[in-house]
């Protein structure tokens, strides 16, 4: 059986303070909502109950940040896409911040098991002023237990709708695109992280956000296989290719708190749940 699930999702601020409030039908939950960097900024767990979607599953879900709000949302593990007897599995994101306000969502890895059929969209639609680190990871079979990626495709999608588009399909049978040295080089996680602004960025900001991160990937293991571009004035990407998951999510992680402290003038706090 096929599973349909949807999540509405919230952030509002009231009396100085970000609440989230949700709807939902089917398996997905919000956790209780915490507060360890104080009451602007609310972090939420994304909770999928089944752990993993095969052929035919649907998750939909949409967040709305309304203005002045800071929302932060991860999950507890990885999304699994399993093998799929012929219909495709999707996760189908929506992100709408008003005038003001802040998202981070950070969710972890997308897992592709092979024979999967799997789809991941996300669009994301900023007013002005309104401003969202987010991050995208993809890893393909699970190498380390000798389980390759060796059937079925994984199609992504990701967009600002008439500012940024980045489309793709990465189909099992590709050697050269899996394995060739204009590819992923044999490499089985991709990466990517943003910082997408509803109002264009100064020159000066701009700059900052990529040579902060630059400086950061400049020392780090994965420096000869990351990089820092800015394809226009509302979007700064970050792309990552690794092995495996652990480093490109260690290299993720140092850049996010980075953008942090440079652009929002925000400590470093990462999710509990990380940490556990």
């Given at each position: 059986?096929?599973?349909?699930?949807?999540?509405?999702?919230d952030?509002?601020?009231e009396?100085?303070?970000?609440v989230?409030r949700?709807?939902h039908?089917?398996?997905l939950?919000?956790?209780?909502s915490?507060?360890p960097?104080?009451d602007?900024?609310?972090h939420?767990?994304?909770?999928?109950p089944?752990?993993?979607?095969v052929g035919g599953?649907?998750?939909?879900i949409?967040?709305?940040?309304?203005?002045?709000?800071h929302?932060l949302?991860t999950t507890p593990?990885?999304?699994?896409f399993y093998?799929?007897?012929?219909l495709?599995?999707?996760?189908?994101?929506?992100?709408k911040l008003e005038?003001?306000a802040?998202?981070?969502?950070?969710?972890?890895?997308?897992?592709?098991?092979s024979?999967?059929?799997?789809?991941?969209?996300?669009?994301m639609?900023?007013?002005?002023?309104a401003e969202?680190?987010?991050w995208?990871?993809?890893?393909?079979?699970?190498?380390?237990a000798?389980?390759?990626f060796?059937q079925?495709h994984?199609r992504?999608?990701i967009?600002v709708p008439?500012?940024?588009?980045?489309r793709?399909?990465?189909d099992?049978r590709?050697?050269?695109?899996?394995?060739g040295?204009t590819g992923l080089a044999?490499n089985?996680c991709?990466?990517?992280?943003?910082f997408?602004?509803g109002?264009?960025?100064t020159?000066e900001?701009?700059?900052?956000?990529?040579?902060?991160?630059r400086?950061?990937?400049?020392?780090h293991?994965?420096?000869?296989?990351?990089?820092?571009t800015?394809p226009?004035?509302?979007?700064?990407?970050?792309?990552?290719?690794?092995?495996?998951v652990?480093?490109?999510?260690?290299?993720?992680?140092?850049?996010?708190?980075t953008?942090?402290?440079?652009?929002?003038?925000?400590?470093?706090s990462?999710?509990?749940?990380?940490?556990?």
């Amino acid at each position: 059986m096929s599973w349909h699930a949807q999540l509405q999702l919230d952030y509002r601020v009231e009396s100085s303070r970000t609440v989230a409030r949700h709807a939902h039908s089917g398996p997905l939950r919000i956790l209780q909502s915490l507060y360890p960097e104080g009451d602007a900024i609310c972090h939420n767990v994304l909770v999928h109950p089944p752990g993993g979607l095969v052929g035919g599953d649907t998750l939909d879900i949409a967040v709305h940040a309304q203005a002045g709000a800071h929302g932060l949302i991860t999950t507890p593990g990885a999304t699994r896409f399993y093998r799929s007897d012929g219909l495709t599995a999707l996760q189908n994101t929506h992100l709408k911040l008003e005038s003001g306000a802040r998202l981070e969502w950070l969710p972890l890895e997308a897992l592709c098991y092979s024979g999967c059929l799997a789809e991941n969209r996300l669009a994301m639609d900023l007013s002005a002023g309104a401003e969202l680190i987010g991050w995208d990871v993809t890893a393909l079979g699970l190498p380390l237990a000798n389980q390759p990626f060796t059937q079925g495709h994984f199609r992504q999608n990701i967009a600002v709708p008439g500012v940024w588009l980045e489309r793709g399909t990465i189909d099992a049978r590709d050697a050269r695109l899996l394995d060739g040295p204009t590819g992923l080089a044999g490499n089985r996680c991709m990466a990517s992280l943003f910082f997408v602004t509803g109002t264009p960025l100064t020159r000066e900001r701009r700059q900052r956000a990529l040579d902060s991160v630059r400086e950061v990937m400049a020392q780090h293991p994965l420096a000869q296989s990351s990089g820092a571009t800015s394809p226009n004035l509302n979007v700064v990407v970050v792309r990552v290719v690794a092995p495996v998951v652990e480093p490109a999510m260690d290299l993720l992680r140092a850049l996010r708190a980075t953008w942090r402290e440079q652009l929002w003038n925000t400590a470093p706090s990462n999710p509990r749940i990380w940490s556990m």
